[in-house]
């Protein structure tokens, strides 16, 4: 599959954001999606996770509450929700796919900027 993030933009502390992840190839409901982000100067790091179904959802702590995943598979399409945003949320965000049977993800979208003003 092939990932295309969007919805990345600029927040004050404390706002909100919703990025989207669009996929276009066959049987995107058979994969798990990964989102990750990576700030200046830092390793990329995990955000959380989606199950192909969307029952199961994991999330890194420095978001656990804050941040929601969804997806839309008749659309083709993952969510990721931030809420309260703080400035240390400030990073390119990435969307990783890989199928539900795989452990690491071969798919990796673009990238999309989010930066949370103080």
């Given at each position: 599959?092939?990932?295309?993030?969007?919805?990345?933009?600029?927040a004050?502390?404390?706002?909100s954001?919703?990025i989207?992840?669009?996929?276009?190839?066959?049987a995107?409901s058979?994969?798990?999606?990964g989102?990750?982000?990576q700030?200046?100067?830092k390793?990329r790091?995990?955000?959380?996770?989606?199950?192909w179904?969307?029952?199961n959802?994991?999330?890194?702590?420095s978001?656990?509450?804050?941040?929601?995943?969804s997806r839309?598979?008749?659309?083709?399409?993952v969510?990721?929700?931030?809420n309260?945003?703080?400035?240390?949320?400030?990073?390119?965000?990435?969307?990783?796919?890989r199928?539900?049977?795989?452990?690491n993800y071969?798919?990796?979208?673009?990238?999309?900027?989010?930066?949370?003003s103080?």
């Amino acid at each position: 599959v092939q990932l295309v993030e969007s919805g990345g933009g600029l927040a004050q502390a404390g706002g909100s954001l919703r990025i989207s992840c669009a996929a276009t190839g066959r049987a995107f409901s058979t994969y798990t999606v990964g989102w990750f982000r990576q700030a200046p100067g830092k390793e990329r790091e995990f955000v959380g996770t989606i199950s192909w179904s969307g029952e199961n959802t994991n999330y890194a702590d420095s978001v656990k509450g804050r941040f929601t995943i969804s997806r839309d598979n008749a659309k083709n399409t993952v969510y990721l929700q931030m809420n309260s945003l703080k400035p240390e949320d400030t990073a390119v965000y990435y969307c990783a796919a890989r199928h539900w049977s795989l452990t690491n993800y071969d798919s990796w979208g673009q990238g999309t900027q989010v930066t949370v003003s103080s």
